[in-house]
């Protein structure tokens, strides 16, 4: 039985701090795992801007070097409050110190006042991690993984999953920002000219770019506010970025509407940070750069960045504070997940208290449902919608932990806000919806109505009934019905065979099911006999449910 | 240390199947608690009418008690698959099989094909659940209980939270609808007068009812259905009914809108559900007699009923399946929250996995610094307010369990949809507001702002900001800052006493907060530096944070 609590997590969770120092922000992320899950459980942001004023000098400067100090202390403070030492936090320095001439200095001046064991990153080091966060919450087989940080641009080749080529450049948002764009007023055609000329002939270095199609990945924080400025402009609800597409002309409208104001005024572009309404231009160009050199359609975006590569290797890799949280890949792999889309699902209902008795049954017995059905030719069978089936069963009731009353409602807030790396926005949004008409009522597209095509609608009311039927049959939550056939009546064969094509087309009969269960499933057959509306809809076919 | 996870729950748990044998619906209920807290975890709900023509002909139909008896056997199905039996189910008969002159069979029946243990409940028991429903899910201490069923009316009056008189009355809007309403088209004007003056002529025995003011509490389907449609009407979101308060006015407006329109075109009205529709006029008019001969101005709704006041007497009185559960109440007091709305945020809380050191902590410092302001003369002090914001402390990092990311708002959303009875909604509504604004930005009424009035929003500043302070002060949740103390700079005398009624008035001057803490509370010191703006907005001073 469900006992519809929140999730019980008893085994033991071990914690640790990434401690990002980024030429534009720094930022403490702790993640905490346990078991293989896990779960970002605090964040602090600073906009230090280190690398204020290093493109003109070479230098970090004496204001920003005092910014930077200032926040590793309270950085520095929080970890030792929050019992994190040793293994358990991680800090690492990106473009502007490593390539500043007086970064020893200020690095001597930071281990003195902080026992942050800050660890500066070679161009390779920052680029395989923004490949490792890339390939670990997108399903990027083959393609290219862009990471645009304040400093500079990372990228990289990736084949079968595997990284190849990389390459790293000076190009970053606040350099190109300085180098090239007023500090004021809007961007003149010139300017704007001169840097992508600047982007051009740095990228001509990369002669494999040009091959490394068809998929491009963005990371960082210009990424992602270039693919929420782009979400909000088509009309799309403000949520997260995760897997959104940010298409060629899509960026080409943003650049010029971000080139006629001036600097200060960009973030009255809705979606537009004011923290990086002064970068967000000379960004959006670099990219523009990438897209042009690589002959790439559009970008797609993940959420995950140089602080997550940094946790996945570590959780994956079986190193400290994560030894033994899960089975080590192999040694010549790289820490990659086997089956991302599984895992991002598997990760999101362990947030909770999933009765796994039930959800795991209520998979069986859709999934086997879908193949019936499948097999009698009243669908296609499509294994992508198998997935999404499955992945609403596993998630239909994590609701329950809001309350019960509107739980469908509930798993269906908890699907869109905690996100689900390597499925589509579509995808997602099939899903959420599903388990939102997992109890009742007539399917709809819902809050990402501007997403769904006919055919998404079609999927929604497949996995919206199968899904149905399936918590109909387990509506006790006992596992008492082990299986289900379907057979043709009426204007069918008797025998359950597949009715002739044209019958199948049309659509005109009726089809039983029939329930294999121990005992007499009473509540399965008065609960399963709601459907036959939805099951209308989604098959075009009378369900009748056999006594 | 939070570490960010859903409610860990480790204690035992009891559950507890109520099922409700209305005249117009039979639902089956499952409770769950666990150290004294609770949730419920599951609902069938069957429209069955048992009560259907029993106005006319005194007796149960064949055809009603054929549904009745099928809705049985899928609830006794559910109660045997779900490890429910003995203690852990109690199954109420209220007025449609307790006045059916065929009762005794239909009940023979039943108790020979399932293995429910039915109880009639007589009338004074009915009205007593109604009672302990309506006294522990509001703050009603003096006034009536309105609860209006398919068969029978029941009215209670309440003194010093105890109940004095019980009335009971076939009033219940399936009866009345058969006996005075047309089954089809609208309702005429002398049918409406008809029911209305048997409904006045009936509540004339009870001689108590004029003086039973000045609050009553209504519950019941009917009633809940009446409050979502004048709350739709008024232009709120549909939620829940919860403290929905609906006036006098909007009542007589809601029945001349119903009245014109045919039984079966009701639930075009924004709210009505399509199941009430042939019921919920006949619900309204009596509903409307009630206020008429008691003299209220409107009906508070509680969304509790009959079901929560059976499990509440179970949960409070430390009866099985609950004994041990709770503290029992005394023998001669009825089983009653001491304090229900402290009950309710702790039992809001318990669903998730708080971090009680850090919420606690967060509570004591924020009212220790709302206490010191008030002493300063900076607000008011009101108590009220006072225990919203330590309910918003209490509740403010429960969106944790749906993500890191943006965990204020699910904070909110958890707020919102789970509910705390006792408060009203404008207070829900500021509870929610200030946990929606824990972290930045500059707080706004959000979703409920129909309800806000200037006040409130004074009161959801000053409640967000203290939040936000002790927040900041607790950044690294591990308990450094042990107190605060404001002093008055500037205009202000410099020993911290208070400046001249005109200067507090003026909120010209700067008020310095120093920090007494165990080691040197630089996290503190940073995060709290950041609320100038709205401490400003809130208490009309420039706050300062002692070095």
């Given at each position: 039985m469900h006992d519809g609590g929140p999730s019980i997590v008893t085994s033991e969770r071990e914690r640790l701090a990434v401690i990002d120092l980024g030429s534009n922000s720094f930022r403490l992320v702790v993640f905490m795992a346990w078991e293989g899950w896990?779960?970002?459980?605090?964040?602090?942001?600073?906009?230090?801007?280190?690398?204020?004023?290093?493109?003109?000098?070479?230098?970090?400067?004496?204001?920003?070097?005092?910014?930077?100090?200032?926040?590793?202390?309270?950085?520095?403070?929080f970890c030792r409050?929050?019992?994190?030492?040793?293994?358990?936090?991680?800090?690492?320095?990106?473009?502007?110190?490593?390539?500043?001439?007086n970064a020893a200095g200020f690095l001597a001046l930071a281990r003195e006042r902080t026992?942050?064991?800050?660890?500066?990153?070679?161009?390779e080091e920052e680029a395989r991690y923004g490949y490792l966060a890339a390939v670990n919450s997108t399903t990027l087989t083959d393609g290219c993984v862009l990471d645009l940080g304040g400093g500079s641009l990372q990228l990289v080749r990736v084949l079968d999953r595997m990284a190849h080529e990389l390459g790293s450049w000076r190009l970053g948002a606040v350099r190109m920002t300085e180098r090239f764009l007023p500090a004021n007023g809007p961007a003149k055609r010139r300017q704007i000219e001169q840097l992508r000329e600047h982007v051009a002939g740095e990228l001509r270095r990369a002669g494999?770019?040009?091959?490394?199609?068809?998929?491009l990945i963005g990371l960082g924080g210009t990424v992602r506010n270039l693919a929420a400025?782009?979400?909000?402009?088509?009309?799309?609800?403000?949520?997260?970025?995760?897997?959104?597409?940010?298409?060629?002309?899509?960026l080409e409208e943003l650049v010029e509407r971000l080139a006629a104001l001036p600097?200060?005024?960009?973030?009255?572009?809705?979606?537009?940070?004011?923290?990086?309404?002064?970068?967000?231009?000379?960004?959006?160009?670099?990219?523009?750069?990438?897209?042009?050199?690589?002959?790439?359609?559009?970008?797609?975006?993940?959420?995950?960045?140089?602080?997550?590569?940094?946790?996945?290797?570590?959780?994956?890799?079986?190193?400290?504070?994560?030894?033994?949280?899960a089975s080590p890949t192999a040694d010549d792999r790289p820490p990659l997940f086997a089956d991302l889309r599984r895992t991002s699902v598997l990760n999101l209902a362990a947030q909770y208290r999933p009765d796994a008795a039930h959800t795991d049954h209520v998979a069986t017995l859709a999934l086997a449902m879908f193949d019936e059905l499948a097999r009698l030719r009243l669908h296609e069978g499509d294994p992508r919608e198998r997935e999404l089936l499955w992945a609403a069963c596993m998630l239909h009731d994590i609701g329950m932990s809001v309350d019960y009353d509107?739980?469908?409602?509930?798993?269906?807030?908890?699907?869109?806000?905690?996100?689900?790396?390597?499925?589509?926005?579509?995808?997602?949004?099939?899903?959420?919806?599903?388990a939102r008409y997992h109890r009742k009522g007539m399917p709809e597209p819902g809050p990402l109505a501007a997403l769904f095509g006919p055919r998404d609608l079609a999927r929604l009311d497949r996995c919206a009934v199968l899904l149905r039927l399936a918590e109909d049959l387990e509506r006790s939550r006992d596992q008492m019905v082990r299986a289900t056939r379907f057979t043709f009546t009426a204007a069918a064969t008797a025998t359950g065979e597949a009715p002739a094509e044209s019958d199948a087309d049309g659509g005109s009969g009726e089809i039983e099911l029939r329930l294999i269960a121990d005992g007499e499933p009473a509540v399965p057959r008065w609960?399963?006999?709601?459907?036959?509306?939805?099951?209308?809809?989604?098959?075009?076919?009378?369900?009748?449910?056999?006594?």
């Open positions: 896990w779960r970002r459980t605090d964040e602090i942001y600073e906009p230090v801007r280190i690398g204020e004023g290093l493109a003109a000098t070479g230098r970090l400067g004496e204001e920003p070097m005092r910014r930077a100090l200032a926040t590793l202390d309270v950085f520095d403070h409050a929050a019992g994190l030492s040793g293994d358990r936090v991680d800090a690492l320095a990106t473009s502007a110190i490593r390539d500043a001439e026992s942050l064991p800050i660890r500066v990153l070679s161009r494999w770019l040009a091959h490394a199609g068809p998929r400025a782009v979400q909000r402009a088509s009309g799309l609800p403000s949520g997260g970025v995760q897997a959104a597409v940010v298409s060629g002309e899509a600097a200060a005024q960009r973030s009255t572009v809705p979606g537009i940070k004011p923290a990086r309404a002064d970068l967000i231009l000379a960004g959006a160009i670099v990219v523009q750069g990438v897209l042009l050199a690589g002959g790439f359609d559009g970008l797609e975006v993940t959420e995950a960045g140089l602080r997550e590569g940094v946790f996945f290797e570590r959780l994956l890799a079986d190193r400290p504070p994560f030894s033994k949280a509107d739980h469908h409602k509930h798993s269906r807030y908890l699907i869109l806000n905690g996100g689900l790396p390597g499925y589509s926005p579509i995808e997602v949004a099939i899903i959420a919806q599903a609960a399963a006999r709601r459907e036959s509306e939805l099951f209308a809809r989604a098959f075009h076919r009378e369900l009748l449910v056999a006594a």
